[in-house]
């Protein structure tokens, strides 16, 4: 049976990125269409990314 784990909550922090302004139009249009913040919008977003992200190891440059 799995368990339902109420952890304390985290903390907010804020901090800057640049992104292309298509991207701000589209969380800005989606923010309007859900009722939503586009912050709410966007940290849902990264957290949905979080889980999907796979790092592909690529072998190093030779030095000479």
């Known amino acids: 049976m799995e ?20 991207i701000v139009d589209f969380y800005d249009n989606l923010a309007k269409e859900t009722n939503r913040s586009r912050n709410e919008l966007i940290a849902m977003a990264l957290e949905f990314a979080m889980d999907k992200i796979k790092v592909e190891h690529f072998p190093e440059k030779s030095s000479f």
């Open 3 to 22: 368990e339902l784990k109420i952890t304390k909550k985290t903390e907010p922090v804020m901090f800057t990125i640049r992104v292309d302004k298509s």
